[in-house]
């Protein structure tokens, strides 16, 4: 099934054919792009392809968790069926603006489609099956297909011509489909050829005919069942693209430093090994490369080179920081994690296929961790029992700092037993050189036996009731809040439990949801 989106792309290129690109989600050409950049939206990515000057733009993808825009001069019809291949939150388009001398880099020919069936098979389910894009009366074979390479009104990939005794009123039907735009290709005609009533009405059954590309720059060729096999030769560089994921706290990169101890993505064509490893942290991520040989260029952020970049001259150990916040380098974050792309680049103008591009990426621990502490003695009298410790037991996930919670006095010292109307500070921190930030919401004070409980923060981070227990204010990496002690009736003990939030970038003042 395909259906007809309205979309507006901003720029003069667009043509005016019934549609101007072809769009399959979740999918993408693997390692075919000529360039990589960033888009603030598919439709900025989608002109960008309409004002390719350098290149014809076959093809865009955007990704629409990065926003990294890829274009490139191949199509599916140019690569191997199985570099098409699923790409989860990535958009694949063809451009349907191609005029006629861009569909082909070479000659387009037209021949009989070899699938699988028989030409009778094939025929007949085109003939129920297509929904003909154009219908004409032709005098000939010929005139059929130049129609199909000369229409304006769609980008024609296929025809059924159906000749007749009358001279001139030959059927010749023209689609924008072919057997590649089928997910299962040609195995499409092969699973329902068994299934066709093929009926003998004595009139001629017609030809189906697909177009291609002879004599490609790329030298595609056809395989027995119309696929297209790898161009073993690309004409314009291509960028490759490797991936980095760290946890905070974490430090992994390639090991070694010669080129018999990389994989044959560590290294470039000019013999230059790459050791890439980062470092999380509260404001920013810290990629840090080292080199098998000198290193002569510079590193910068994808789509922010001119704002965001470190310029080498000869060095084999180097490093860029990308904040976490602002748009100097466009690092990107959804649900605490932050993301970056990173290219190492050997000329200071152009990009080649020498160079490198790195997706880096810090993962911050964001879930909600439960804190449950006490006893907190509170009696009528003033009795300090120096052996009545605080009790703790904290429960929290590797990847996030435990958090460290006090009750303190007005003499600075941590308290033990108070007595109601006795000013504290509750605190709670972590330590002060981790990357994360804390704040604290469904915080309940509790009865040794459970049976009495009071909010004192609800669930978005605000205080309850402010004249009991005020809201936290954040102290560095602390969070505090300045009280006077209280109990239940009849109780002298409490336990406070409080429901702790980790969150990245720690220095944006904390502040209760409203």
């Known amino acids: 099934m395909y259906y007809l989106v309205k979309t507006n792309v901003r720029t003069e290129k667009v043509c005016n054919r019934l549609w101007s690109f072809e769009r399959f989600p979740n999918k993408m050409l693997r390692a075919y792009d000529n360039v990589a950049m960033f888009s603030s939206n598919r ?84 003939d129920l099956n297509y929904y003909p894009d154009k219908e004409l009366l032709v005098s000939s074979k010929s005139e059929c297909l130049r129609a199909c390479t000369m229409d304006r009104d769609f980008l024609c990939r296929s025809v059924l011509f159906k000749p007749t005794e009358s001279i001139g009123q030959n059927s010749c039907s023209l689609y924008h489909v072919d057997h590649v735009m089928f997910p299962d290709g040609a195995q499409i005609f092969k699973s329902m050829s068994s299934q066709l009533p093929l009926l003998d009405t004595g009139e001629t059954v017609g030809f189906y005919m697909e177009a291609n590309c002879a004599g490609n720059s790329t030298n595609d060729s056809l395989s027995k069942f119309g696929a297209v096999t790898k161009r073993p030769v690309l004409t314009t560089s291509k960028i490759e693209h490797r991936s980095t994921t760290k946890q905070p706290g974490t430090n992994q990169g390639l090991q070694g430093l010669t080129k018999e101890g990389y994989d044959d993505g560590a290294c470039d064509s000019y013999g230059v090994c790459y050791d890439v490893s980062i470092q999380c942290t509260d404001q920013k991520i810290i990629v840090d490369v080292k080199t098998s040989r000198p290193f002569h260029g510079r590193i910068y952020a994808m789509g922010r080179s001119e704002t965001c970049n470190t310029a080498v001259k000869n060095g084999q150990n180097f490093k860029l920081d990308l904040p976490l916040a602002g748009q100097e380098c466009n690092t990107q974050s959804m649900g605490g994690v932050y993301s970056n792309t990173v290219v190492l680049q050997h000329h200071n103008v152009v990009l080649t296929k020498a160079d490198k591009v790195y997706n880096v990426r810090c993962t911050y621990e964001t879930s909600s961790k439960n804190i449950s502490f006490g006893m907190m003695p509170v009696s009528d009298i003033d009795m300090r029992d120096p052996d009545n410790g605080l009790a703790q037991q904290i429960t929290a996930s590797p990847e996030a700092p435990v958090p460290r919670i006090m009750i303190f006095g007005v003499d600075g010292n941590e308290a033990t037993t108070v007595r109601i109307g006795d000013k504290l500070t509750f605190k709670i921190e972590i330590p002060g050189n981790t990357p994360y930030g804390i704040f604290a919401r469904s915080c309940v004070a509790m009865a040794k036996d459970a049976r009495s409980t009071f909010e004192i923060i609800d669930d978005r981070g605000c205080p309850v009731d402010p004249a009991i227990f005020p809201r936290f204010r954040q102290v560095d990496t602390a969070l505090e809040s300045n009280y006077e002690a209280f109990r239940f009736t009849g109780k002298l003990e409490l336990w406070y439990i409080d429901r702790i939030k980790y969150r990245a970038n720690l220095r944006s003042d904390w502040k209760a949801t409203l």
């Not at 790409?87 to 694949?92: F, H, L, Q, R, V």
């Not at 388009?93 to 861009?102: G, I, K, R, S, T």
């Open 43 to 126: 439709e900025n990515c989608l002109a960008a392809c309409l004002n390719e000057r350098r290149f014809v733009c076959r093809a865009a993808e955007f990704n629409s968790i990065t926003f990294q825009c890829h274009l490139s001069d191949a199509d599916r019809r140019t690569v191997a069926v199985e570099e098409f291949v699923d790409a989860p939150g990535i958009d694949y388009f063809e451009n349907a603006c191609l005029d006629v001398d861009q569909v082909c880099s070479g000659v387009r020919t037209y021949d009989i489609a070899k699938l699988g069936p028989s030409q009778d098979i094939i025929t007949h389910y085109v």
